[in-house]
Structure formats: structure tokens, C-alpha cells
Antibody
């Protein structure tokens, strides 16, 4: 059974760096084709894909936020970490991590429950 | 960047109706399109990938079609559990993903 869970601060101040951790079970990020990505959703708005990291350490980012994002994995801990620098109130959103199979081009088939991050001073 | 235009933004409909949601890409994405269903306060659920392949466990009343720039999600006979927001998602040549703006299917 595949499960994912996001963790991190619920509140960050503007200009701070956000660090979110996705802890998963039921699969290995060393298995060929597997990826873990991050998607966010501001309150009442649409989903926005942010980044993905694959089993071979290939990483992809949304172009508009690429300079602020870093995604890494710790295969031994079954964790993926997303950092986002220079946080702004517009980054207030629920952040989800999600699993994908079958390499690049495979959508997100298992999702975490999401974690709400509020950016405010 | 490839833009995704999803329509309509809201659909007022009734149980038993046939529902069609459209997603248009600003340039060809072959069949690299997925559809998700999201209910309030919940994570999205994958329904269809590669434009027309039904994800395991998804009821057969859901179907997807299209290729290139125009895609459709169809619910053949809307059930009470289907009232939700639906998103399309495209995969592009830069190996990144983009979601549409969403379509809220609500009770008429």
C-alpha cells in the first residue's frame, strides 16, 4: 500500500525559506521509473505543479519558480525534501507530494493529504 | 510555455446527465494528458492518463478522448459521488506538467 505524508511548518514569514518533507511508504525511490513530485494549491484556486525527482536523480522544476526551488531525495529514509526560498504571501497554499510510476510522462497516481502553509508576518 | 484552457469553469448538472469537459492546449501535446477529480478538502484523484487510459479502479462511466490540442473528459451518467472539481494536466516536451484551471461540476 502506497502512502505519502507531507510535513513542515504551518506558518512562515515573508522572505524565509520553506522546507517541506514528504515521507512515503509502500515503494522505493530507487526503483526504475518511480518519481515523487510536489504540487500546490492556493486556497480556492487551481492546482500548480512545482517539481519532481526521479529514481535516477533526474529533477524537473516549473520554469517560473525554478530559481527558488530545490528538490532532493533520501532513498534510505524514504523521504523527498522540497525547499522554496524567499517566501511571499502569494505562496500561501496547500502543498501536496505525490508518487508517479513509469518514468517521465507518468502522472501522479498516489497523493499525500497535503499540508497548508501560510506566509504571513 | 504551453497553455491549457479548460472549459467550462462551472457546470450545473443533474444526476444521470452526460457530462463533457474540454481541455485545449496551445500547441500539440500528442496524448500527454491526464484528468483528475478533486473533492473539497481532499487530494486530487487520478482518473485518466495518456488522454484515454482509465486508471485502475476508476468507474467505467469516466472516459477520455482526444490528441494533439483538444481533449475531452466524459462522464456517461453522472452519479452523486461525481460532484467535484475536475482538472486536466498536460505533460510537455520540457518534462514538466501544467494543470488546467479546473471545472466545478455542481448540482443544478
Amino acid at each position: 500500500q502506497i502512502t505519502l505524508k507531507e510535513s513542515g511548518p504551518a506558518l512562515v514569514k515573508p522572505t524565509q525559506t520553506l522546507t517541506l518533507t514528504c515521507t512515503f511508504s509502500g515503494f522505493s525511490l530507487s526503483t526504475s521509473g518511480v518519481g515523487v513530485g510536489w504540487i500546490r494549491q492556493p486556497p480556492g484556486k487551481a492546482l500548480e505543479w512545482l517539481a519532481v525527482i526521479y529514481w535516477d536523480d533526474d529533477k524537473r522544476y516549473i520554469p517560473s519558480l525554478k530559481s527558488r526551488l530545490t528538490i532532493t531525495k533520501d532513498t534510505s529514509k524514504n523521504q523527498v525534501v522540497l525547499t522554496m526560498t524567499n517566501m511571499d504571501p502569494v505562496d500561501t497554499a496547500t502543498y501536496y507530494c505525490a508518487h508517479s510510476r513509469g518514468g517521465s510522462g507518468s502522472p501522479q497516481d498516489y497523493w499525500g493529504q497535503g499540508t497548508l502553509v501560510t506566509v504571513s508576518s | 510555455d504551453i497553455q491549457m484552457t479548460q472549459s467550462p469553469s462551472t457546470l450545473s448538472t443533474s444526476v444521470g446527465d452526460r457530462v463533457t469537459i474540454t481541455c485545449r492546449a496551445s500547441q500539440s501535446i500528442d496524448s500527454w494528458l491526464a484528468w483528475y477529480q478533486q473533492k473539497p478538502g481532499k487530494a486530487p484523484k487520478l482518473l485518466i492518463y495518456k488522454a484515454s487510459i482509465l486508471e485502475s479502479g476508476v468507474p467505467s462511466r469516466f472516459s477520455g478522448s482526444g490528441s494533439g490540442t483538444e481533449f475531452t473528459l466524459t462522464i456517461s451518467s453522472l452519479q452523486p459521488d461525481d460532484f467535484a472539481t475536475y482538472y486536466c494536466q498536460q505533460y510537455n516536451s520540457y518534462a514538466t506538467w501544467t494543470f488546467g484551471q479546473g471545472t466545478k461540476v455542481e448540482i443544478k
